[in-house]
């Protein structure tokens, strides 16, 4: 179903709870203390509301990432790069079979309007939704306040590598941010640069190790350094990915310390396919058929490597480019 011109729509009372409910298309959202409920003409699905608010974040954070974002088993969207698919069961055997998958495509920015307008009503003043468990309050309990700050933090995305004049600083000392409590052995010296004289203000480096140790949120990969499609994306985990990420493109991953381990399904139906466990230094492709989900026992530091051609998608989903990417 194609819903273009369809509005977002807010309750105008809140339930007795103190939250609105939203409809987008024939999709319908509510949530409780504990839950949220969603709703489509041919199902409902509920889901416990600190992995739809974690997942949620995610997906506007990212404006619907590469691929598909699997909520959990049954609800989540597709990018198309200027609409998004939104579903239920789409990517699930068992609704697939029973005919129960519902799907609707809506332009990018009146998703985008939704799932932000949920997200900042939902998430209490306790409640991080990048932070590790461990570092938030409950997502849980009755309307109690806003969190506006932490949901719309921005992630870093550096044009050229975090550092260079022009792109986004370092987060030192002086950022704020302190070191993790898992990462205080993290050395936070910076490398020291010696480069030719008149290349001063060409030659530049930062130690990415003490970066990561300084990050505040999990699960959120930044953009350290472009080289035209190639982009480095690393990022600190600790417990499970909020999302099942369901690729369009390979990806590779580097696990930069600690470990990491990851369930691998079958991108379309769920069948499980392998799971792999990463320690510091492994590393390995994520293929194009696949969605895969992490689980970050201590906090740990993995470095995304992404391929940002857009070209790819339509390469791979048409056969003319392998959904791995070696042979060996
Ligand atoms: C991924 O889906 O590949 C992914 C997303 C977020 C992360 C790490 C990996 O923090
Ligand atoms: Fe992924």
């Not at 309990?141 to 004049?165: E, F, H, L, Q, Y």
């Not at 022009?166 to 205080?184: A, C, L, W």
């Not at 769920?270 to 492994?282: E, N, P, W």
Request: with cysteine; glycine share 6%.
């Amino acid at each position: 179903m194609t819903a273009t011109n369809i509005q977002v729509t807010t309750s105008d009372s809140v339930n007795q709870d103190g939250y609105h409910a939203f409809t987008l298309g024939e999709f319908e959202f509510r949530r409780d203390e504990y839950f949220v409920y969603i709703s489509w003409p041919t199902g409902q699905h509920m889901m416990s509301i600190d992995s739809f608010l974690r997942a949620l974040q995610r997906d506007v954070a990212w404006d619907f990432f590469y691929g598909i974002v699997n909520f959990d088993g049954v609800f989540g969207t597709v990018n198309h790069y200027g609409t998004v698919d939104i579903f239920a069961g789409r990517y699930n055997d068992a609704y697939r079979k029973a005919e129960l998958d519902y799907s609707e495509n809506h332009e990018t920015p009146v998703i985008r309007e939704a799932f932000k307008s949920i997200l900042a009503d939902w998430t209490n003043a306790t409640f991080d939704p990048f932070a590790s468990p461990h570092e938030t309050g409950a997502a849980w309990g009755v309307k109690n306040g806003d969190n506006i700050s932490a949901i719309t933090r921005r992630r870093v995305a550096a044009n050229r590598m975090v550092a260079v004049p022009g792109d986004e600083q370092i987060r030192t000392d002086e950022s704020g941010f302190p070191v993790n409590r898992h990462f205080k052995d993290v050395d936070q010296g910076e490398p020291i640069l010696e480069p030719e004289p008149g290349f001063e203000d060409e030659v530049v480096a930062f130690s990415l190790f003490a970066y990561l140790s300084r990050s505040d949120v999990t699960w959120n990969p930044s953009v350290v350094s472009a080289c035209k499609d190639s982009l480095f994306c690393p990022t600190t985990e600790e417990y499970i990915l909020p999302i099942i990420h369901g690729n369009d493109r390979v990806e590779w991953f580097v696990q930069l310390s600690d470990q990491i381990t990851w369930d691998v399904e079958d991108r379309d139906t769920g069948a499980v396919r392998s799971r792999v466990t990463m320690k510091a230094g492994d590393v390995c492709a994520m293929p194009a058929d696949i969605r895969h989900q992490g689980y970050s026992p201590k906090r740990s530091m993995l470095l995304v490597w992404e391929n940002n051609s857009s070209k790819i998608p339509e390469l791979i989903a048409s056969g003319q480019a392998p959904t791995y990417p070696v042979e060996f």
